[in-house]
C-alpha cells in the first residue's frame, strides 16, 4: 500500500545517508537500515532489533510494479527534512494506523462480561495523565515518562492488544511488536520523531531506564483504577487484576497509588 518505486534507485545508489533522508518503507529495506544505524545513535538493543526487522521485513523491498507518481514538492521537502519531523503524508499516514489504537478494546477487559470496555488508547492517554500530575523524583525525567506512556503500546495498533489467553509466548509477541514498531517508524518517515519512539518504546519494553520502571508501574495503576471502576460501574468481579499486580508496583508512586486504590476498594 505505501510501497512505490520512485525512490528505490536512489536508495540503492546510496548506503549511506542519502537513504535515510528519504521515506524508509519505499527503499530496500536492507539499505534503509544500514543508513538508520549509520545516522542514529541507537542503543545496541535498538541496533539488534532493527538489524532483526531488517532481515525480517522484506515486503516492500521493490515496487517494480507500481507506476512512480510524478515528483511533487512534498517529496522534496520529504529528503530535505527527513531526518527531522516527518512530512504531512508521512504525518497523516502514521496518524491513520493510530487511529486503530482507538477503537481496539483492550483484551483484558473483553470476554470478562465488562460492557463498552475502553481502548488501548483511552488507557494510555490516563497513563500519560499519571505521569504529568505525578510529584517530581529525583533523576526521573516526567517529560519522558509522559511521552513513554503515550507510546508504549503504540505497536498494538498493527498486532492488537496480545495477552497470555492468545497462546502465543512472550518471545513472539515481542518480535511482533517489534516488526510492527518498526514498520511504524518505517511510516513517519525514518527521522528523529520515529527514532524519538522507537526509543521510548525499547526502553519501557526492556525496562531500561527509570522512566521505563515508573511508567511501568502507572501501566498497572491505570489498569487497577480501571478495574475497580468497572467493578463499581457494572458489578462485575474483577479481582484477577487486583491479585495479578499485588506486590509488583516498584516505585513509590506507584506503591502509594495502588495502595489509596486498594483501600478505595476495600471501603465499598
Ligand atoms: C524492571 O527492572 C527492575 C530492576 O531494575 C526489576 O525489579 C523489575 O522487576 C523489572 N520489571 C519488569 C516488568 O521486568
Known amino acids: 500500500?505505501?510501497?512505490?518505486?520512485?525512490?528505490?534507485?536512489?536508495?540503492?545508489?546510496?548506503?549511506?545517508?542519502?537513504?535515510?533522508?528519504?521515506?524508509?518503507?519505499?527503499?530496500?529495506?536492507?539499505?534503509?537500515?544500514?543508513?538508520?544505524?549509520?545516522?542514529?545513535?541507537?542503543?545496541?538493543?535498538?541496533?539488534?532489533?532493527?538489524?532483526?526487522?531488517?532481515?525480517?521485513?522484506?515486503?516492500?523491498?521493490?515496487?517494480?510494479?507500481?507506476?512512480?507518481?510524478?515528483p511533487s514538492s512534498s517529496n522534496d521537502a520529504a529528503s530535505a527534512t527527513a531526518a527531522g519531523p516527518p512530512t504531512a503524508s508521512s504525518a497523516i499516514d502514521f496518524l491513520t494506523l493510530c487511529h486503530s489504537l482507538k477503537t481496539t478494546k483492550r483484551a483484558g477487559w473483553v470476554g470478562r462480561d465488562v460492557q463498552n470496555p475502553e481502548s488501548i488508547a483511552d488507557h494510555m492517554y490516563r497513563m500519560g495523565l499519571m505521569a504529568l500530575i505525578t510529584s517530581d523524583i529525583p533523576g526521573i525525567d516526567r517529560d519522558k515518562c509522559?511521552?513513554?506512556?503515550?507510546?508504549?503500546?503504540?505497536?498494538?495498533?498493527?498486532?492488537?492488544?496480545?495477552?497470555?489467553?492468545?497462546?502465543?509466548?512472550?518471545?513472539?509477541?515481542?518480535?511482533?511488536?517489534?516488526?510492527?514498531?518498526?514498520?511504524?517508524?518505517?511510516?513517519?518517515?525514518?527521522?528523529?520523531?520515529?527514532?524519538?519512539?522507537?526509543?521510548?518504546?525499547?526502553?519501557?519494553?526492556?525496562?531500561?531506564?527509570?522512566?521505563?520502571?515508573?511508567?511501568?508501574d502507572f501501566d498497572k495503576v491505570e489498569m487497577i483504577l480501571q478495574a475497580l471502576e468497572y467493578e463499581n460501574e457494572q458489578g462485575v468481579d474483577l479481582d484477577e487484576f487486583f491479585q495479578s499486580t499485588s506486590g509488583k508496583f516498584q516505585t513509590d508512586a506507584g506503591k502509594a497509588w495502588a495502595s489509596e486504590i486498594a483501600s478505595r476498594r476495600r471501603k465499598r
Open 1 to 70: 500500500m505505501w510501497s512505490g518505486s520512485r525512490l528505490v534507485f536512489p536508495c540503492r545508489a546510496s548506503a549511506s545517508s542519502l537513504a535515510f533522508l528519504l521515506p524508509c518503507f519505499t527503499c530496500s529495506t536492507q539499505l534503509s537500515f544500514k543508513s538508520f544505524l549509520t545516522r542514529t545513535a541507537l542503543s545496541p538493543t535498538a541496533f539488534t532489533f532493527l538489524r532483526m526487522a531488517s532481515s525480517s521485513s522484506s515486503s516492500v523491498t521493490d515496487g517494480n510494479d507500481i507506476d512512480p507518481p510524478p
Open 146 to 216: 509522559v511521552k513513554m506512556a503515550i507510546v508504549h503500546d503504540i505497536a498494538e495498533a498493527i498486532v492488537g492488544d496480545i495477552t497470555p489467553s492468545d497462546g502465543i509466548s512472550k518471545d513472539e509477541k515481542s518480535r511482533r511488536e517489534r516488526e510492527a514498531l518498526d514498520h511504524m517508524c518505517k511510516l513517519l518517515g525514518g527521522g528523529s520523531r520515529a527514532k524519538e519512539i522507537a526509543e521510548l518504546w525499547m526502553e519501557y519494553e526492556e525496562n531500561s531506564s527509570s522512566e521505563a520502571k515508573i511508567v511501568k
